[in-house]
């Protein structure tokens, strides 16, 4: 049984930074892996991605600012998220699955699993 929890949420002043992390335990077939979020009455998109050859897709609204990365001997996803704006804020979650047409590892209806998610509060 797969399971991904989320950690490292809070709530930072703008300018600041954290690092999401997510524990991956169980086996699975997916190439990709990913952060997502959702912020109060908006639609969940793709924030950042990482698939099993390695490379990186990020949204636009966070390149430069956003960075993924992976322990594979841990089995941890992390999302460290520098220069952090109000409109970061959101409920992130990370997920397993595998690429669709057009938005790859970004794409939503391609992830099979996804963890409960941890919020982040962004102050001006």
């Known amino acids: 049984q797969v399971q991904l929890v989320e950690s490292g949420g809070g709530s930072v002043q703008a300018g600041g930074s954290l690092r999401l992390s997510c524990a991956i335990s169980?086996?699975?077939?997916?190439?990709?892996m990913g952060w997502f979020r959702q912020a109060p009455g908006n639609e969940r998109v793709g924030v950042a991605a990482?698939?099993?050859?390695?490379?990186?897709q990020y949204a636009d609204s966070v390149k430069g600012r956003f960075t993924i990365s992976q322990d594979t001997e841990k089995n941890i996803l992390y999302l460290q998220m520098n220069s952090l704006e109000p409109d970061d804020t959101a409920m992130y979650y990370c997920?397993?699955?595998?690429?669709?047409?057009?938005?790859?590892?970004?794409?939503?209806?391609?992830?099979?699993?996804w963890g409960e998610g941890t919020l982040v509060t962004i102050s001006s």
């Open positions: 997920a397993l699955g595998t690429p669709v047409y057009r938005s790859g590892c970004l794409g939503l209806n391609g992830m099979d699993y």
């Open positions: 990482l698939d099993i050859g390695g490379n990186t």
């Open positions: 169980g086996a699975t077939l997916s190439t990709c």
